[in-house]
């Protein structure tokens, strides 16, 4: 465990997940590293470098990967992850954390979030702020459960899907890897195929 650590992207993303590691209070130093040459600083924290450079700090920092993107994301930390880079788990404060609950790397818990009991979820994965994930899930790796999102007990989400803000997943569901839902959406049978689904009860567009 290292005592500094570097977010890739310092913009919105980056900045909610900044917030988290200062109210860990768990590093000596938080900084950025940021492609835009026109930001020097966000949060109040340097952007000290670009993200190409990352390698030179990985025997100082670990770093966090601060993209909203989840196949930008996805592609950074796994480079992230050949150079045997140490990422963290980060988790604010305010999140509820049932018994039995795994986490993987890379992963970022917001503000008033709840995971239950026996959940397990992957590397690299958002869960936004105020979402609640119930007991017996498995979120693949990558995936972005927005803000205000409601997963029932025992769902299954594929790798890199996206969960719009306030979408709702009723029990025993199983959502297949590279789906998007819609704001709002509600969703009550398994979803197959990849795709765009919108409505209540959803439908592919």
Same mark, same amino acid.
């Given at each position: 465990?290292?005592?500094?650590?570097?977010?890739?992207?310092?913009?919105?993303?980056?900045?909610?997940?900044?917030?988290?590691?200062?109210?860990?209070?768990?590093?000596?130093? *938080?900084?950025? /590293?940021?492609?835009?040459?026109?930001?020097?600083?966000?949060?109040?924290? @340097?952007?000290?470098?670009?993200?190409?450079?990352?390698?030179?700090?990985?025997? $100082?920092? %670990?770093?966090?990967?601060?993209?909203?993107?989840?196949?930008?994301?996805?592609?950074?930390?796994?480079? /992230? $992850?050949? /150079?045997?880079? $140490?990422?963290? =788990?980060?988790?604010?404060?305010?999140?509820?954390?049932?018994?039995? *609950?795994?986490? @993987?790397? &890379?992963?970022? /818990?917001?503000? &008033?979030?709840?995971?239950? +009991? +026996?959940?397990?979820?992957?590397?690299? +994965?958002?869960?936004?702020?105020?979402?609640?994930?119930?007991? !017996?899930?498995?979120? %693949?790796?990558? =995936?972005?459960?927005?803000?205000?999102?409601?997963?029932?007990?025992?769902?299954?989400?594929?790798?890199?899907?996206?969960? &719009?803000?306030?979408?709702? *997943?009723?029990?025993?569901?199983?959502?297949?890897?590279? +789906?998007?839902? &819609?704001?709002?959406?509600?969703?009550?049978? !398994?979803?197959? !195929?990849?795709?765009?689904? *919108?409505?209540?009860?959803?439908?592919?567009?």
């Amino acid at each position: 465990m290292k005592e500094k650590l570097l977010i890739l992207g310092a913009s919105g993303h980056g900045k909610v997940v900044a917030d988290i590691a200062l109210k860990m209070n768990r590093w000596q130093s *938080v900084a950025f /590293l940021d492609d835009n040459k026109n930001i020097n600083s966000s949060m109040g924290l @340097e952007v000290i470098d670009t993200s190409s450079e990352v390698s030179k700090y990985i025997e $100082e920092y %670990e770093v966090f990967v601060g993209i909203g993107n989840n196949i930008t994301r996805q592609k950074v930390q796994e480079k /992230l $992850e050949t /150079l045997g880079v $140490e990422i963290p =788990v980060l988790i604010h404060p305010t999140a509820v954390i049932g018994e039995q *609950v795994e986490i @993987e790397n &890379g992963t970022a /818990l917001m503000a &008033g979030t709840i995971v239950n +009991c +026996c959940t397990r979820i992957g590397r690299g +994965c958002i869960v936004n702020t105020g979402s609640t994930i119930d007991h !017996d899930n498995c979120i %693949e790796d990558f =995936v972005h459960v927005s803000p205000g999102a409601n997963l029932a007990g025992t769902v299954y989400i594929g790798k890199r899907s996206w969960l &719009g803000i306030g979408s709702v *997943v009723s029990n025993n569901i199983n959502i297949t890897s590279d +789906c998007k839902l &819609g704001a709002g959406s509600v969703v009550i049978k !398994d979803i197959t !195929d990849p795709g765009v689904y *919108v409505g209540a009860p959803v439908r592919r567009v």
